[in-house]
């Protein structure tokens, strides 16, 4: 039934520039605002089967049964009740699951699938179930733009849900394990498998690295339920979201973990909450639990939250709305738990570890705060993988040998230089990125210098020298710092060393 369902949906051109084209760029952005409303006036009168299937499967409206088995004459409305797509009543059909098309750019070139998941708050109009399953949204692409896009052998991708990270760790793996706690999302993941002809991916049930004991792989992916929640029987614990544990132990569990289920010099690409607490640096707290585990670690925050926002965020998330004495009584629970552990802020953010080749190799922990909005930026995974590459040769080198290196400015960095009115030299100098992380470095006049001068013609420590004369300064005073600030701008990709 799935090759019958995966052939309407071909047919239907059931796709995403498809359903753009019938509802236009308006609905489509209402939609993402959760207001449904735009796209269903715009598909109302269409009898285009991807716009009959769209409010179906997307906008979660009723259908005839002779209009769904006209979108779906391969199936038919009796294969769609049999695969658990919809629910028959009389000539009403409703549907039972949100079903769409999902496309995406990485670097073997564009894709598209169909993703299912269960049908969400827009949809259905009522708070989520606690077993919800969820289908793509910001965070998983955000971390579908993490995955490191080197080929490997293996990957595991914990908490899978619909099965979205699998399926991309598949397009650069042989074999991907997929696990959940939910037997319902392994359902989903097995489904949007098969529906897209992906195979290679093993689903197995359990929690954390339970299903996959004693196993190692090159690469862990997840996106874990690590939303901080009030342990108490009256907040509703979704399992998508909630891993059942105090704060943010879920996270330091799958982090801890990692380290017994890579194999030398594999990597994990996660996403994150950590607390700050009274005088405790929650950046500094997530790095302390790799580190603890004998883990490489880089974590880049991307957003910080004070509890009420933080509560107010995931109670919003769950379909309770701010004003409503549920409401109240919730956010008095979170604002409650997180007093307990003198939590006043909760980061945000992508963590990347490492597991050594060797133990004497160990040793790389950066810990930042983005400098730019990374929301939807594209191939960060390229961008850290490249870098920890970078790293890994930066740190080969000692001083000496690093000043005898030809390096050259990035063509992705620009200069920007702001001056206070009339005056010559300027108050503040910014190196920007146009592409990896979007850094915005201020540089000194003679960090800026070096970096200018840096055309991969002329060594490291030529420019240097030249630069400390022509601001008249002592060039042994100044090699040390900018020695070490451009080994972070190598790792950075801002300066390239030339071969
Ligand atoms: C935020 S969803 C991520 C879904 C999907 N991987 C993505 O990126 O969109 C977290 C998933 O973890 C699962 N989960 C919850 N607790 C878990 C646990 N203790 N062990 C493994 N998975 C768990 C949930 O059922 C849910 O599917």
């Known amino acids: 039934m799935i090759p019958a369902l995966r052939a309407d949906l071909d047919a239907a051109r059931y796709r995403v520039d498809h359903l753009d084209s019938l509802w236009g760029a308006a609905a489509e952005a209402a939609l993402l605002r959760g207001n449904r409303v735009p796209a269903s006036r715009a598909l109302a009168a269409s009898r285009d089967p991807a716009a009959v299937l769209a409010r179906l499967f997307v906008l979660g409206e009723t ?5 769904l088995a006209a979108a779906l004459p391969t199936l038919g409305v009796t294969g769609a009740v049999q695969l658990g797509l919809v629910e028959r009543d ?4 409703r549907p039972l699951i949100d079903l769409r098309p999902y496309a995406f750019v990485d670097t073997h070139g564009a894709g598209e699938w169909w993703i299912a998941s269960d049908l969400g708050e827009l949809a259905t109009g009522a708070a989520l179930r606690v077993d919800h399953v969820l289908g793509v949204g910001g965070a998983s692409t955000t971390l579908a733009a993490l995955q490191f896009p080197d080929d490997v052998e ?29 037997e319902r999302a392994l359902g989903f993941a097995r489904l949007n498998a098969e529906l897209n002809g992906i195979d290679g991916i093993e689903f197995r049930l359990g929690s954390l690295y339970e299903p996959v004991a004693g196993e190692r792989f090159d690469r862990i992916v997840s996106n874990p339920p690590f939303v901080i929640t009030p342990r108490s029987p009256e907040v509703p614990a979704y399992e998508y979201r909630d891993g059942g544990l105090v704060g943010d132990a879920l996270v330091a569990s799958v982090v801890a973990g990692a380290a017994e289920h890579l194999t030398p010099g594999g990597t994990a690409q996660l996403l994150g909450n950590w607390e700050y607490r009274w005088n405790v640096d929650g950046l500094e707290r997530a790095a302390d639990w790799a580190t603890a585990a004998g883990l490489d670690v880089w974590i880049i925050e991307r957003d910080r939250l004070d509890p009420a926002r933080y509560a107010e965020t995931w109670i919003r998330d769950g ?16 604002i409650d738990d997180f007093a307990v552990r003198g939590v006043t802020e ?71 230089r702001s ?65 070490a600030e451009a080994r972070e701008l190598v790792i950075d990709g801002i300066l390239q060393p030339v071969p």
């Open 419 to 483: 001056h206070w009115p009339g005056a010559e030299d300027p108050s503040v100098i910014v190196l920007r990125q146009g592409g990896g992380l979007r850094r915005e470095l201020r540089a000194d006049p003679a960090l800026a210098a070096v970096v200018g001068a840096c055309d991969g013609e002329l060594p490291l420590g030529v420019i240097v020298d030249a630069v400390a004369e022509l601001l008249d300064i002592d060039p042994a005073s100044m090699r040390p710092a900018l020695v």
């Open 154 to 182: 293996t990957v595991l991708d914990l908490g899978t849900g619909c099965g979205i990270q699998a399926l991309h760790a598949r397009r650069f793996a042989r074999r991907v394990v997929a696990t959940d706690v939910s």
């Open 90 to 93: 009389g000539d009403r059909i």
């Open 319 to 334: 379909g309770t709305r701010a004003g409503t004495p549920e409401f109240e009584r919730l956010c008095a629970a979170w």
């Open 63 to 67: 259908a005839d049964a002779a209009t």
């Open 346 to 416: 909760v980061g945000f953010g992508y963590l990347v570890l490492r597991r050594p080749v060797t133990d004497a190799a160990r040793g790389f922990r950066r810990v930042e705060r983005a400098s730019a909005p990374l929301e939807g930026v594209t191939g960060i995974g390229a961008h850290l993988s490249a870098a920890l590459t970078a790293r890994d040769a930066v740190a080969a080198l000692d001083d000496a040998e690093l000043l005898a290196a030809r390096l050259r400015v990035a063509p992705d960095v620009t200069e920007e």
